[in-house]
């Protein structure tokens, strides 16, 4: 999703490898396909996000209690926000800047099999430690990731400006076209690789991360010895998956602000956001208001004690 976070175990990602190899040429279409209807499915998760990262709370919260019975307030959950959205633009306002994102996940998909393909011409088979196989196999799965994340990322920021004219009610982002003449007649071709940096950067520590934790914990927690180790490494990668993806939330949520930062959208200018510098300050000023991880959930959302949405001091 987001775009979009990949994670890969070492046995899997080599399995996985060897399958691309062996599927003929006329399958490609299908899996494309199908990535077309997953990324379609989920567009509305996505969008919802968005929204909720660039601080946008358009419905007042509501008081809930705790399990311990303690009254809190708490900001509307995707259902509701969903329900917003479609009261304001109607159903189809749901997919609001899916086109750019459906074309990001081709070519994702194109660039990953070409590089892994290329990648499996030159692997030789050669005995290997265990964690050296899965440092290998880690580092060239990063190579992908990063290729990908290159190829796909302009097309990430159209969609995410696409998203964000939700806020202001501007049409300035309209279809692929007229979202690449607007970008490049303004910022250049850097203004398709605004945010790039973290971006990256969570994706590569998320990958490393759930990759080696993975394989420590199936190494010497779940080991031969062990009655239910076969049953430990399926859910292995599943779990750390999702926990390591908190991590990664943070990086996220700074590469989609800088995506609108100052382009010209209500939502990445004051009052609604301040004009960054660059990527860390937006980093730093998020963690000062406690919001780093803002967008990370989309139910139980409690109301944080800095107010929203973020205004320079």
Known sequence: ???ETETLSSQSAAAEEQESTALP?????????LGAGVTAAIHPLLYVKLLIQVGHEPLPPSVGTTMFGRKVLYLPGFFSYAQYIIKVDGRRGLFRGLSP????????SVVRSKVKQVALLSKKDELQSSLRKVVEETT?????????????HPFHVMSVRCMAQF????AKYSGL????LNIVKE????GFYVGLVPHVLGEVLFLWCCNLLCHFINTYAADENFSQASAIRSYTKFVMGIA????MSPFMLVADVMAINNCGLAAGLPPNSPIFKSWMHCWNHLSQKGQLFRGSSFFFRRVPLSPLPIRDN
Do not use: K, N, W, Y
């Open 140 to 152: 060239h799965e990063m190579i992908i990731q990063c290729l990908s994340r290159v190829a796909t």
């Open 1 to 3: 999703m987001m775009g």
């Open 187 to 190: 910022e250049g071709v850097t």
């Open 25 to 33: 040429a006329d399958v490609e279409p299908a899996v494309l396909l």
């Open 167 to 170: 806020i202001g009610r501007e």
């Open 101 to 108: 994102r459906l074309v990001s996940s081709a070519v994702s």
């Open 177 to 180: 076209f007229g979202c690449i």
């Open 244 to 247: 390591v993806t908190v991590l």
